[in-house]
Every structure is written in C-alpha cells, then in structure tokens.
C-alpha cells in the first residue's frame, strides 16, 4: 500500500526532515523533546520517526541532548550561520590544496563581500568612518 493510499503525503527524503526539524527547533528557544517536536510537526512524521531523526542529528553533532523526565530534549548546536560556517569548514578540512580552495572561494566572491571579509579578518582596507 502506498503513503498516498494510507492517507499519508508523499515521502520525503531524511535531509528535508532534518532541515524541517533544526527549523523548528532553531525557533524554539528552549530544547524540545521528541514528543514536542512531533506535536509540533502535526503528527507527520511519526514519533518513532522524530525520535529516530533527532538521534541521527545528535550523533553528527547538530543538536545537544539533556535528560527531560522519561525522555531527551534537544537543542541545536549553533544557530543558522553556524551551520554554515561548519558546513564551508568541513569543505575544506576534506581538500588536501587548503590555499588552492581558499584562493578559489575568494575569487568568486563579490568586491563588497571581500572588503567584509577583510573587515573580519582585521585588515580592512578602508579607513575608519
């Protein structure tokens, strides 16, 4: 029997669950437990299907956990522009030329991000304002 036929919506790939997921919880402001999650998602997917998400995203590191009477509640790691920042990170953690895709990126990025980016790296070519 397919989802469709069970009542169910089209199934959705584990990456699009887990993005939804770290959404909700990144909006929260207070660590959620599965069972809060689910609620929250209105019952699709199933609590067994969020409980077994949130302890994928625990094991890569996105969330942190904390007992909460019978059951964990979780926590996002970082906010979005932290996920980010991890994720060009590990980019280049995984390339053996470190300059070769450093100086690649900063061709590619336009003139106002490069002048932030130098801001950022503390030399800012513009003087003080």
């Known amino acids: 029997m397919s989802a469709n036929a069970q009542g ?3 199934k959705r790939a584990n990456g699009e669950r887990e993005a939804e997921i770290l959404d909700l ?3 929260a402001g207070d660590a959620l437990t599965p069972g809060e999650v689910a609620e929250r998602l209105g019952g699709e997917p199933t609590y067994s299907t969020v409980v077994t998400i949130l302890t994928r995203m625990h094991a890569k590191q ?3 956990r904390s007992p909460r009477g019978r ?10 522009p ?7 990170r590990t980019v280049l953690e995984e390339r053996s030329d ?6 690649r990126f900063a061709d590619g990025l336009s003139s106002a991000d490069a002048d932030l ?7 800012d070519p513009q003087p003080d304002r």
Do not use: H, I, K, N
């Not at 470190?98 to 100086?103: S, Y």
């Open 98 to 103: 470190r300059e070769a895709v450093l100086a």
């Open 25 to 27: 919880l990144q909006r």
């Open 71 to 80: 059951a964990y509640a979780y926590t996002p790691v970082t906010d979005d």
């Open 82 to 88: 932290g996920f980010a920042a991890r994720r060009m």
């Open 62 to 64: 996105l969330l942190t």
């Open 8 to 10: 169910r919506g089209p």
């Open 117 to 123: 980016l130098r801001q950022l790296l503390g030399s």
